[in-house]
């Protein structure tokens, strides 16, 4: 949920319960949420043998949002959430979804060099330069957006763009942030695993121009603003 321009926007959201916990998650994706599913499954005792290990694609008890304009998105629910430097999930998009540089559970057997997830987009062709794929993004809106690069801030605020959750943690110090979430709801002390990462570690700035760093900064404005990143930083 949040607002865009004057205009009151209510987005879906991907929110897993954790009932005996009484918590739940909400999904950001590109934000390690192959990992931290992967963890809540063996958590909640759901077997991803079915699906190759894939916590995409396996049925996940969900909770129902509030319909409240403002306020705690799930009420009576401890929620977290977990966010990322605008710049560098770009850039993690861009190599997972249009170069295929991770290993997981991507897949582009809808559209050839397009991951599935976009293939829905003419914007997004195979091959296209870090820049074009900037420009792209750019060019969609969140409304119409895929989840991947749609603005963090509209998985974890309400209609009035304040925050709707208990806990938000940070890519940055993902271990650390996920810890607290273990001790503040009583979860088992299991570690995170490494999931969905690309095969060659590279620096997010190093794709940046000053161009293509100023038109993300501009689209991702409201992220940057609001958890406080800047470009090189984390």
């Not at 995170?192 to 190093?206: E, I, M, S, V």
């Amino acid at each position: 949920m949040a607002k865009d321009k004057g205009v009151t926007l209510r987005y879906e959201v991907d929110a897993i319960l954790l009932e005996p916990y009484r918590a739940v998650y909400v999904e950001t994706p590109k934000v390690a949420c192959t990992s931290i599913k992967t963890a809540l499954a063996e958590i909640l005792g759901i077997s991803l043998k079915s699906t190759g290990g894939d916590p995409h694609c396996v049925q996940w008890p969900t909770a129902e949002m509030s319909s409240s304009h403002s306020g705690r998105l799930f009420p009576g629910l401890f929620t977290f959430a977990f966010v990322r430097n605008p710049w560098d999930r770009l850039v993690s998009c861009y190599r997972d979804k249009i170069r295929g540089e991770v290993d997981g559970y991507t897949y582009f057997t809808i559209r050839p060099g397009v991951a599935n997830c976009l293939a829905r987009f003419d914007a997004f062709v195979p091959g296209m330069s870090f820049g074009d794929f900037v420009a792209a993004v750019a060019s969609i809106r969140d409304e119409n957006a895929d989840a991947h690069f749609r603005s963090q801030h509209t998985f974890v605020t309400d209609e009035e763009g304040n925050s709707g959750i208990d806990f938000l943690g940070r890519f940055e110090r993902l271990a650390e942030d996920f810890r607290f979430v273990q001790e503040r709801i009583g979860l088992p002390r299991n570690e995170l695993p490494w999931l969905q990462k690309a095969r060659n570690a590279a620096r997010y700035t190093d794709f940046y121009n000053k161009e293509t760093r100023q038109i993300a900064g501009e689209r991702f404005r409201q992220d940057i603003e609001m958890f406080g990143y800047e470009f090189g930083t984390a």
